[in-house]
């Protein structure tokens, strides 16, 4: 009985921020659709903001919750640390990125793409049912 649950929480966990992000993918989709009618500048530049928010936490998801069983709650509390310090790094890196290589750019469209995204996931993962979630 006891070892059909480990790794269930993590699972668990990891399928619904998974989905968190899933929805945040589809909202800078439809963002950039729209931001088409202001200019091809605003809408590239908002799916770079999404990218440059999307792939750091990807990556987060996906070392910090193993979808193996065995994994104790201090290995995911360390995974959740080197993780949060790789999504930081990998942000950086990705605005550096853009504002190098990418000419022209619309700088409000990148950090407010990437604010709503910042604000749509907290607003999403309060609204989870998941007790660990809401931490």
Do not use: E
């Not at 931001?35 to 999404?50: E, H, P, R, T």
């Not at 998801?61 to 949060?84: C, D, E, F, K, N």
């Not at 950086?92 to 910042?118: C, D, E, H």
């Amino acid at each position: 009985m006891g070892n059909q649950r480990i790794g269930a929480q993590s699972r668990d966990t990891r399928k619904d921020i998974l989905g968190v992000l899933l929805i945040q993918a589809i909202v800078v989709l439809l963002l950039a659709a729209a931001l088409l009618l202001k200019g091809n500048v605003m809408a590239y530049s908002a799916l770079l903001g999404g990218l440059i928010y999307l792939v750091p936490n990807l990556y987060v998801t996906l070392r910090a919750l193993p979808h193996r069983a065995g994994s104790t709650a201090g290995m995911v509390l360390a995974q959740l640390y080197i993780g949060q310090i790789w999504k930081m790094a990998l942000s950086v890196a990705g605005f550096a990125a853009t504002f190098i290589w990418v000419k022209p750019l619309s700088p409000f469209s990148i950090f407010g793409t990437f604010i709503l995204l910042q604000l749509l996931g907290m607003v999403l993962l309060m609204m989870s049912k998941k007790r660990f979630l809401k931490l």
